[in-house]
């Protein structure tokens, strides 16, 4: 199946980037750490589709996300700004893999991959020595196999990238949702900016 994926090369506001102050000049305080990932706008589909296949614990809709960057090595984030447009992926090859405790959906994206090679050439630094496009389904579903799952084959839409230090806990929690064939998505589910408006 062809995959397209589509992104404006569009830079966003600096409102985008949580936890620096427009105020703040000085260099220790633009030298930071560097979080950058893109929220799952269509969330509620990729849920649907883990109910489908047999999930009971999934991360909530407003947790589904792409991961770009995740640099403990601290950066100038003058060096760059977060792109405002909408990615939507099509197609491509899709598969269902673990990344240590994580079950996720990975998937292809030249766009991803090319938006990691720049936070690469501004000083970030990456714990793998290459990128690999995923959404985290569950942590807590641990007796699944990978391979016996299908795929989740709609479009992807991503949302704008959203810039944030690393984590400052060394043991993150990441809570998880029972679903059920009787659940019902609504607005309690999602959190800003996850859903904007299609």
Known sequence: MEMLCIARKTRLLPCLKAGVSAAQKNDDVKLQTLYVHRQLLNAEEVVDWAREQGFKLCMPP???????????????????????????????????????????????????????????????????????????????????KPKEIRPFTGELVFGPEIFRPTLSSSH??????????????????????????R
């Not at 977060?82 to 673990?98: A, F, K, T, W």
């Not at 993150?172 to 408006?197: C, N, Q, T, Y």
């Open 62 to 144: 407003d947790e589904l996300h792409v991961t770009l960057i995740y640099s403990k090595q601290k950066v100038n984030w003058d060096d760059t700004t977060p792109m405002v447009d909408r990615l939507r992926i099509h197609g491509g090859n899709r598969s269902m893999e673990r990344f240590g405790d994580a079950l996720v959906l990975r998937f292809e994206s030249s766009d991803l991959e090319e938006r990691w090679r720049e936070f690469l050439e501004i000083g970030c630094a990456h714990g793998f020595p290459t990128y690999h496009p995923h959404v985290t389904i569950s942590y807590k579903d641990k007796l699944r």
């Open 172 to 197: 993150p929690v990441f809570p998880e949702m029972k679903i059920s064939e009787s659940m019902i998505l609504d607005d309690r589910w999602f959190g800003a900016p996850a859903m904007i408006s």
